[in-house]
């Protein structure tokens, strides 16, 4: 949260997330100078970060690509991103942590279309999105050449057709780089210093390229765990099936999420 005020979309939002999620504890990531008291109910709890991490998209970039963000949760084995924009329809959280990916979230089409008719592409929207903490440090500490990374490659999202093709390819690159007696090692978390795109593009694309036991779950996993873009044909896609939840639902097809929330009253 970064203002206090809610709207009513955001509303709803924190609605479906109390009903749903509370028993797996509940927190507010927020600035220093928020004041949540009128809120935050009993039983949930706040973890502050500097106000600048919010004020603009560069700055909550910068927050989840940062150690100190997934430090603070280093007790947990997961934590679930919701952003306000979300709508959550399940409280099966637990299956999709049994099934031990390290990041998921809802699929983007091929080119981060808009619409479906791109094909599904890859997960995904880091909006709605579950993490294993563990994981992210590890990416986060490894040791690459400072500057063979970014801004070089990490321009081309592409999906190689053999994956291994992918996996670990930036060690690689940077071992290349460290036969130069005079380069300079730093963490990838330094690196992404000059990392030009948003913090999911790097947690569901680039991360893999660093570590290659980094799981990302696949598209078609994505569309059932959360939708984003084009929810109707999502749903047709899984047989009239709600996902555990969605993001920017009153961005995307409005009328569909309130036809769905009409006919299903114990959804949120």
């Keep these: 949260m970064y203002q206090t005020e809610l709207t009513s979309e955001e509303e709803v939002s924190l609605a479906s997330i109390r009903k749903h999620l509370s028993g797996y504890g509940i927190c507010f990531v927020a600035p220093e100078s928020l004041d949540l008291s009128l809120v935050v ?15 603009g998209i560069k700055g909550y970039n910068c927050l989840l690509k940062s150690r100190a963000f997934y430090e603070r949760f280093d007790a947990s084995e997961y934590i679930l991103i919701a952003q306000l924009d979300c709508l959550i329809f399940s409280n099966n959280l637990d299956s999709w942590i049994g099934q031990g990916f390290d990041y998921i979230a809802a699929p983007w089409f091929r080119g981060f279309a808009t619409d479906h008719k791109s094909g599904l592409w890859r997960v995904g929207n880091g909006g709605l999105s579950l993490r294993r903490v563990e994981s992210y440090l590890r990416v986060l500490r490894q040791q690459v050449v400072s500057g063979s990374i970014y801004p070089r490659w990490g321009h081309c999202a592409w999906k190689p057709p053999v994956e291994s093709m992918e996996e670990g390819v930036y060690k690689k690159i940077s071992a290349l780089y460290g036969l130069n007696p005079f380069a300079k090692q730093h963490s990838v978390e330094g690196e992404l210093q000059r990392f ?34 084009s929810p109707r044909w999502s749903f047709e896609k899984t047989g009239g099936r709600l996902p555990f939840g969605c993001h920017a639902w009153a961005r995307y097809d409005r009328d569909f999420w309130e036809e769905v929330l009409s006919e299903r009253t114990d959804s949120i």
């Excluded at 913090?199 to 660093?210: H, L, M, Q, S």
């Excluded at 570590?211 to 059932?224: H, I, K, T, W």
């Design 41 to 55: 109910k009993d039983g949930e709890s706040i973890e502050r970060f500097a106000d600048d991490k919010f004020s």
């Design 196 to 229: 030009p795109y948003n913090e999911d593009v790097f947690w569901a694309i680039e991360a893999r390229k660093f570590d290659p036991l980094f799981r990302v779950a696949s598209a078609e996993e994505g569309l059932s765990f959360a939708f984003e873009v």
